[in-house]
C-alpha cells in the first residue's frame, strides 16, 4: 500500500489560510484616515477648490461615522499641513488590526471627465476586496460616474503594509462634479457611503 505524506497537503492548507487573511470579514478596530495633499502640497485645483481642503473635511465626517460604529480611528492630518507619504503609512503600520483609507479629489485635463474610483496596490488581495465594498457603495445614492476599482501603483499604498484602499472621490476639473464636490451635503453623503462600504467589508 503507498503510502502518501500528508506534510506537503497541510503547507497547502496554511498557505491558503495565510492567502485569506484580510479578505471580507477582517477584523479590523482602527481605521487610519488620510486626507491627501496640505500645506504646501494643495492637490488638485479647479473653480475656486483646493483638493487639500476637500479632503480634510471629508476625513473628519468619515471618521464621526466610523466612530459612532465603535472603530477607533487616526487622521494623518487634522490641520492644513503637509505630511509625508512615508509618515501617514507609518500610522497604520504601527498597530495591529487596522486599515488605511486614503481619501482624493481627482482632476483632468480633458473637463468632460467625472467619476469615482478606489484604487488598491497590485496583488493585495483584502486591498482589491476593501476597494470592491468601497466603490460598490459609491454612487448607490448619487448619481455619479463608476469608474470602478483598479490596481495602481501608488507610493502611499505601496509603504502601507496593512489592508489600504485610496478613493478618489470625484473630478473637480469638471464643472458639473465640482460644484458638488464643494457643497457640503456632497461629501456628507460620499463620507457615509465610503463608511457603508468599510463596514460591510467588516461583517461580511
Same mark, same amino acid.
Given at each position: ?45 479647479? &473653480? ?12 473628519? /465626517? ?65 486591498? /482589491? ?56 451635503? &456632497? ?18
Amino acid at each position: 500500500m503507498r503510502r502518501f505524506s500528508l506534510l506537503p497537503s497541510l503547507a497547502l492548507l496554511l498557505l491558503l489560510a495565510g492567502s485569506a487573511k484580510g479578505v471580507a470579514g477582517e477584523k479590523f478596530t482602527r481605521v487610519v484616515i488620510d486626507p491627501g495633499h496640505g500645506g504646501l502640497d494643495p492637490g488638485s485645483s479647479a &473653480f475656486g477648490l483646493l483638493e487639500k481642503e476637500l479632503t480634510l473635511d471629508l476625513a473628519k /465626517r468619515l471618521e464621526k461615522i466610523l466612530s459612532s460604529h465603535g472603530l477607533t480611528t487616526e487622521l494623518t492630518r487634522r490641520v492644513d499641513k503637509y505630511v509625508e507619504l512615508g509618515d501617514r503609512a507609518e500610522k497604520a503600520n504601527s498597530q495591529a488590526g487596522t486599515i488605511f483609507v486614503s481619501v482624493h479629489f481627482n482632476a483632468h485635463t480633458d473637463r468632460s471627465i467625472s467619476g469615482t474610483e478606489t484604487l488598491y496596490w497590485p496583488g493585495s488581495d483584502s486591498g /482589491r476586496e476593501l476597494a470592491s465594498y468601497v466603490q460598490s457603495e459609491l454612487g448607490r445614492r448619487l448619481v455619479t460616474r463608476n469608474r470602478g476599482f483598479k490596481p495602481k501603483r501608488l507610493k502611499v499604498l505601496e509603504k502601507t503594509k496593512c489592508t489600504a484602499v485610496l478613493i478618489e472621490c470625484g473630478f473637480i476639473s469638471n464643472r458639473w462634479e465640482s460644484q458638488r464636490c464643494g457643497a457640503e451635503w &456632497f461629501r456628507q453623503i460620499i463620507a457615509e457611503e465610503i463608511a457603508q462600504g468599510i463596514l460591510r467589508y467588516r461583517d461580511l
